[in-house]
T-cell receptor, first 114, second 111 residues
Framework: GAVVSQHPSRVICKSGTSVKIECRSL??????MFWYRQFPKQSLMLMAT?????????EQGVEKDKFLINHASLTLSTLTVTSAHPEDSSFYIC??????????FGSGTRLTVV | RKEVEQDPGPFNVPEGATVAFNCTYS??????FFWYRQDCRKEPKLLMS???SGNEDGRFTAQLNRASQYISLLIRDSKLSDSATYLC????????????FGPGTSLSVIP
């Protein structure tokens, strides 16, 4: 139980374009999901907390206009990286918490901006 | 001071060895503690939660010392498959559901 599906697993995009990443809770409802970014040889850094039906809460230093988060249903949260630049290339991971199961992570999306 | 700190590593140990990882956290109000493992280029996976009384799961033992704000993970009889990065995770006191990841400690178990 407590499966989180994330896709795409890998995406390469041109600089200046936008990329959408989806995160779905498959067997439970998640009112809150978390979006992380991980650069090589570094730990996960929380970018924002996605709240179903309301605005996301962004961590300090994360541009909300660049990283658009939508959590329109209890099972889906999306992160859109707008006007991507090479420095946005990273591993993006979502997670959700389910009572009794701790925090479950999606399989991650490796974004490369060229 | 970082909110969650871990041994910098990497740890390179032979098969069968016992290895211990340490973690400290800065906010005494934190209530939930976890150890996750992350394989290269994969998502983190829950290894075990850490309870006040300490807990054991097979070869893995986790300890919590609230007074010292210290968490440990002990791995006995290391296997090659234990090679991974181990992440200490602590909840953020201002938000029950938000957690903070430590930088991780890399373990390589050598044949």
């Amino acid at each position: 139980g407590a499966v989180v599906s994330q896709h795409p697993s890998r995406v390469i995009c041109k600089s200046g374009t936008s990329v959408k990443i989806e995160c779905r809770s498959l067997d439970f409802q998640a009112t809150t999901m978390f979006w992380y970014r991980q650069f090589p040889k570094q730990s996960l850094m929380l970018m924002a907390t996605s709240n179903e039906g309301s605005k996301a809460t962004y961590e300090q230093g994360v541009e909300k206009d660049k990283f658009l988060i939508n959590h329109a249903s209890l099972t889906l949260s999306t992160l859109t990286v707008t006007s991507a630049h090479p420095e946005d290339s990273s591993f993006y991971i979502c997670s959700a918490k389910r009572q009794g199961h701790g925090y479950t992570f999606g399989s991650g999306t490796r974004l490369t901006v060229v | 001071r970082k909110e969650v700190e871990q041994d910098p590593g990497p740890f390179n140990v032979p098969e069968g060895a016992t290895v211990a990882f340490n973690c400290t956290y800065s906010n005494s109000a934190s209530q939930s503690f976890f150890w996750y493992r992350q394989d290269c280029r994969k998502e983190p996976k829950l290894l075990m939660s850490v309870y006040s009384s300490g807990n054991e799961d097979g070869r893995f033992t986790a300890q919590l010392n609230r007074a010292s704000q210290y968490i440990s993970l002990l791995i006995r009889d290391s296997k090659l498959s234990d090679s991974a990065t181990y992440l200490c995770v602590v909840n953020a006191p201002t938000s029950y559901d938000k957690v903070i990841f430590g930088p991780g400690t890399s373990l390589s178990v050598i044949p």
